[in-house]
């Protein structure tokens, strides 16, 4: 039961990461916002969003399935490793600078999730 959680849990936020890498990528291409319909068109015909919504739409299926099946206390604190993955991806998408305190908050978080599902 524990290793399909963290298997199941590391996939949705994976997932949870690559759609916000994608939501950043899509507002990186888009103008600034207005009320329009023109900036809604210029929105659903770009494919970093499309994209973005399709994993957010997989990570909610599949926490569907998670919460179904698992008791939510042990499950949602396996979703912060989402915040690990997203400063992952900061590093190598968008050449962010993490400093040591960071990577100390990556180790706790790592640490808590290790020993929640123990």
């Known amino acids: ?18 759609a916000q890498v994608m939501l950043k990528f899509a507002m990186m291409r888009m103008e600034p916002f207005v009320w329009s319909r023109n900036y809604f068109y210029s929105l659903l015909l770009n494919w970093q969003f499309a994209l973005c919504g399709i994993c957010f739409g997989a990570a909610s299926l599949l926490w569907m399935y998670i919460v179904r099946h698992f008791p939510l206390s042990i499950a949602y604190p396996m ?8 400063m992952i991806a900061a590093i190598v998408f968008f050449h962010e600078t993490v400093d040591v305190w960071k990577w100390i908050g990556v180790f706790l978080i790592i640490t808590g999730c290790i020993l929640i599902v123990r």
């Open 1 to 18: 039961m524990r290793v399909e959680l963290i298997i199941l849990s590391t996939l949705q936020s994976a997932l949870l990461a690559m």
């Open 79 to 86: 979703v912060s490793v989402s915040y690990v993955f997203g």
